[in-house]
């Protein structure tokens, strides 16, 4: 079993994943499973970050920017979303 995204690990889309912006919003598809995933704001936020190799703690110094956030909250959050996109293969991490 691989394992989960941490603070230290560095992230980055899967290159197989088409994502488009409709009205703000990001909507990723797999070509792989022909599943539509929708973002929301911030996980579209998210998803424009890890365009390339990125860490986790630079995402999260990143939303703590733009947003009213704390840090702790923040990455806690941070590594839900991209745990779970992770399992959904939408993204890669870096070994």
Same mark, same amino acid.
């Given at each position: !079993?691989?394992?989960?995204?941490?603070?230290?690990?560095?992230?980055?889309?899967? /290159? +197989?994943?088409?994502?488009?912006?409709?009205?703000?919003?990001? %909507? #990723? !598809?797999?070509?792989? &499973? *022909?599943?539509?995933?929708?973002?929301?704001?911030?996980?579209?936020?998210?998803?424009?970050?890890? +365009?390339?190799? #990125? &860490?986790?703690?630079?995402? %999260?110094?990143?939303? &703590?920017? /733009?947003? *009213? %956030?704390? +840090? *702790?909250?923040?990455? /806690? *959050? &941070?590594?839900?979303?991209?745990?779970?996109?992770?399992?959904?293969?939408?993204?890669? /991490? +870096? %070994?």
């Amino acid at each position: !079993m691989r394992e989960g995204i941490k603070a230290d690990s560095i992230v980055r889309r899967n /290159q +197989e994943i088409v994502s488009a912006d409709l009205d703000g919003d990001t %909507v #990723v !598809m797999s070509i792989s &499973t *022909e599943k539509y995933y929708h973002l929301g704001p911030t996980g579209g936020a998210i998803w424009s970050l890890i +365009e390339k190799p #990125v &860490t986790v703690r630079a995402i %999260v110094k990143s939303l &703590t920017d /733009q947003y *009213e %956030v704390g +840090e *702790e909250r923040c990455l /806690q *959050e &941070t590594l839900t979303f991209l745990n779970e996109i992770y399992d959904q293969g939408l993204v890669e /991490q +870096e %070994v």
